[in-house]
């Protein structure tokens, strides 16, 4: 599936991969309305804390790997 918002997730899951998406692209705009929407789902202040440690690191390992140009692999590509 290539786009989260078209799959069956739960609450809590969606709410991760909606802030993932507006900390990825809109970082400076991020601030309280967007953790009060996780804590709604259930996730406690380290709960929150840990998912931007995780969309973090997975934003710079992606970035420094398109970088240095590195490919993906073959079976990484959606048919």
């Not at 078209?6 to 609450?11: N, R």
């Not at 440690?53 to 934003?59: E, M």
């Amino acid at each position: 599936m290539g786009d989260y918002r078209k799959a069956d997730l739960a609450p809590r899951e969606r709410a991760l991969c909606d802030f993932a998406v507006r900390l990825t692209h809109l970082a400076a705009e991020v601030d309280e309305t967007d953790v009060d929407a996780l804590r709604a789902v259930g996730l406690t202040d380290r709960d929150v804390s840990d998912a931007i440690q995780v969309i973090g690191y997975f934003n710079y390992v992606t970035r420094v790997a398109d970088g240095v140009g590195i490919e993906n692999e073959p079976e990484w590509t959606s048919a």
